[in-house]
C-alpha cells in the first residue's frame, strides 16, 4: 500500500488525494506501492517438497526445476527448492543402500 509522503498514512491508490491532510497523491506514490509487493512462491518448489517427504526421488528433478524458474524469474522458493532437491538425493541414497544389500543377499 502507498503511504503520504507529508503525514504517512495509507493511501487508496483510487484516491486523487490524501484523505488524512490533503495532499495530493502522485502517480509515483502507486508506482511504489505495487513495487513494494513480494513476488510469489515458485509452485515447483512446494510441488518438489511435498515429493521430497513423500519418499519421492522426482523431488530432484522438480528441484532442479524449481531453482532454475526462480533464477530466471526471481519468484520465492530458493530455500524450499534446494531441501527438497537434499531431501530427494538422500532418498536416492537410501534406495541405492536397500537395492544393494537386497541384490546382495540374492
Known sequence: MATCATCSAELNPAWRFCVYCGTAVTPTAVVEAAAEQKPRV??????????????????????????????????????????????????LVVFVILFVRWAGGL
Open 42 to 91: 515458485n509452485y515447483v518448489s512446494v510441488i518438489a517438497l511435498i515429493l521430497a517427504f513423500v519418499g519421492g526421488v522426482p523431488a530432484i528433478a522438480f528441484g532442479h526445476i524449481a531453482l532454475a524458474q526462480i533464477k530466471e524469474t526471481g519468484e520465492r522458493g530458493r530455500t524450499i527448492a534446494i531441501v527438497a532437491t537434499v531431501l530427494g538425493y538422500l532418498w
